[in-house]
């Protein structure tokens, strides 16, 4: 059974999701290839040092390229976080970056309503 969330994880994966966020907006659509990446949700370990970011990528066939471009740039990530978070944290929490395909989920349930 998952343990609940406590405050101050959702607080501070609140907190994450709106800096990589800022991050991930601020290198711009050409630097995915004009693919439009928004970060869906943040989750955090108990402990603060692991954080799942969840990433949608539109338009979805260009999820891989998106994915390789922000594994090979998950440090730079990680110290922007550092830099924005590092006076609210112990420990700048590892990243880890998954797909999020809910967006496809729905379009896919809407084109079979459709039929």
Known sequence: MEEKESTRQRKV??????????AI?????????????????VKISPDLSVARAYLSVFPSEKTDAVM???????KAFR?????KMGKQLRIIPEISFFVDNS???VAHIDQLLKK
């Open 13 to 22: 994966a609140r907190e994450i999701e709106k800096v990589l966020a800022e």
């Open 25 to 41: 907006r601020a290198k711009g659509m050409a630097f995915f290839g004009g693919a439009l990446v928004s970060v869906s949700g």
């Open 68 to 74: 390789a471009t922000i594994e090979e740039n998950a």
């Open 79 to 83: 110290g922007e976080l550092g830099s």
């Open 103 to 105: 967006l496809d989920y």
